[in-house]
């Protein structure tokens, strides 16, 4: 069974950093788009960031950019989330992604996106 464990999450005080990170395994990782959704209480689970399965090709939501970057290590099965000046509207548990398919676009919807983490929470304090 494909598993994606997210670990990174914490507390962090407005204008501070933290880097996610998603490993897959049970999966041939250099197959999928990955990508990082997010989903604070009371909203629905948003698009943050993806990546295709070179990392030939990224995307990230308009209200992330210039301030979060991904990335990914076919080698260790790893996609990383950096993150930088982070608000308290970031505050949101982060959700890692697999998209099945050797595709240089990518699509920004949940439904695209096949296995799914646990999820990790973030937390920014103002």
């Known amino acids: 069974q494909v598993q994606l464990v997210e670990s990174g999450g914490g507390l962090v005080q407005a204008g501070g950093s933290l880097r996610l990170s998603c490993v897959a395994s049970?999966?041939?990782?250099?197959?999928?788009?990955m990508g990082w959704f997010r989903q604070a209480p009371g909203k629905e689970r948003e698009f943050v960031a993806a990546?295709?399965?070179?990392?030939?090709?990224?995307d990230c939501a308009d209200s992330v950019k210039g301030r979060f970057t991904i990335s990914r290590d076919n080698a260790k099965n790893t996609v990383t989330l950096q993150m930088n000046s982070l608000n308290p509207e970031d505050t949101a548990v982060y959700y890692c992604?697999?998209?099945?398919?050797?595709?240089?676009?990518?699509?920004?919807?949940?439904?695209?996106?096949?296995?799914w983490g646990q999820g990790t929470q973030v937390t920014v304090s103002s």
């Open positions: 990546i295709t399965w070179s990392g030939g090709n990224t």
């Open positions: 992604a697999a998209r099945y398919g050797r595709l240089d676009y990518i699509k920004p919807f949940k439904e695209e996106y096949s296995y």
């Open positions: 049970r999966l041939t990782f250099s197959m999928y788009t």
